[in-house]
């Protein structure tokens, strides 16, 4: 990285918070001179970069978002994964969509016995994001509204040894890792700005009360073999307001981070939030719980543990639709715990139990705090 790039980087990694002159020449290993004139580059390039009057500097507009800034982001934050295969997009159907798309395209993910193939290789870990969908999925085929400048759209693929054994247990440890790359990202700003990100069953990340998140779990499967061979795990969070996106009912439901923290910080203004440094958090973290999930039941169970601590359906009477939409099939309970496939158990009026692996359940209550 040059000089530049590093202090660009150090600067929308402080998220809105200044960093002196002395400690991005110590960072970048350059003297305060060259410092200077990396800044003064900055913002030729259309940085707007402030400077304070302890000689320090602030990134006033942190909604930077390029291919180059991600990948150093993310390879910086998770080294054990720089070697992923990624691809950033300014605009883009569907993250998940060109995803399948790059493996339908790659010929054969594995080979007689089972093992990846250079092609199975090289995208097992692959990373896709995205500024902007203009045909984002939700479940079920649903739109995703995922505008620019607003959101960030994340794909990853994961074609693991023995392919995926059960696709509801990498939705539940999705959700898990972005609630930790929320707070991780959050948790860089000054303290008595908390935001304690919650999940509904068993695919929507919530905060403030209103949804800011939505996970798809997508398989490809070998139907010679009968293995889902790999899955594409699409993820949209949004960040910053956009009432022309969100109007009418999703204005009531959908929420965002910037939301959040303005609710949080009332007596001050709210912290920028890096979205090429969220990106490379949630991302990174949704690979790492990937291989956690899968490397003893131990870890599992404490994944699941995690899972059950930030639902907010437990104990709570809900309206269980097992056929989507289907009003007539709809009945009555009351969520009493998750088992170990991410399964929502729940409890009838009549003292008898079920568990859910599909379907969709909503809250009696209209509050979701």
């Not at 992923?84 to 883009?92: D, N, T, V």
């Not at 984002?136 to 759209?153: A, D, H």
Request: hydrophobic share 40%; proline share 3%; aromatic share 6%.
């Amino acid at each position: 990285m040059t000089t530049k790039e590093k202090v660009l980087k150090l600067l929308v990694e402080a998220q809105g918070q200044a960093v002196s002159g002395e400690v991005l020449a110590a960072e970048c290993g350059v003297s305060r001179a060259a410092v200077w004139k990396a800044v003064k580059a900055l913002r030729e390039a259309g940085s707007s970069i402030e400077g304070t009057t302890n000689g320090g500097y602030v990134l006033a507009d942190n909604d930077i978002f390029t291919p180059e800034l991600f990948s150093e982001t993310f390879s910086t934050r998770f080294p054990e994964l720089s070697d992923c295969h990624i691809e950033c997009f300014k605009e883009i159907d569907s993250t998940n969509t060109y995803a399948k798309r790059l493996l339908a395209e790659c010929g054969n993910l594995r080979d007689s016995s089972g093992q990846l193939t250079p092609a199975g290789k090289n995208y097992h870990k692959a990373v896709i994001v995205a500024e902007k969908q203009t045909a984002g999925r939700g479940r079920l085929g649903r739109t995703f509204v995922s505008p620019e400048k607003t959101g960030i759209y994340i794909s990853v693929i994961y074609a693991p040894e023995g392919g995926i054994k059960n696709p509801a247990r990498l939705t539940a440890s999705a959700a898990v890792a972005i609630c930790r790359a929320i707070k991780n990202v959050l948790g860089r700003f000054p303290a008595g700005i908390t935001i304690e990100p919650q999940i509904k069953w068993i695919n929507d990340i919530f905060v403030g009360g209103k949804k800011v998140c939505g996970v798809l779990a997508e398989g490809v499967a070998n139907f010679e073999s009968g293995m889902i061979e790999a899955a594409v795990v699409g993820m949209g969070i949004n960040i910053k307001k956009n009432k022309s996106a969100f109007k009418g009912e999703l204005a009531d439901v959908v929420g965002t981070l910037e939301d959040a923290l303005s609710q949080t910080s009332q007596d001050a203004p709210s912290p920028l939030i890096s979205r090429v440094l969220l990106a490379a958090e949630i991302a990174g973290q949704v690979l790492k719980i990937f291989e956690e999930d899968s490397s003893s039941s131990a870890a599992h169970k404490a994944i699941i543990k995690e899972y059950k601590e930030a639902s907010f359906l437990l104990g709570q009477e809900l309206t269980v639709y097992p056929l989507i939409d289907d009003q007539k099939s709809s009945y009555k309970a009351t969520a009493t715990d998750i088992d170990e496939n991410a399964g929502l158990i729940v409890t009838l009026k009549d003292g008898s139990q079920r568990t859910l692996s599909s379907g969709e359940v909503t809250l009696k209550s209209a509050s979701f705090k």
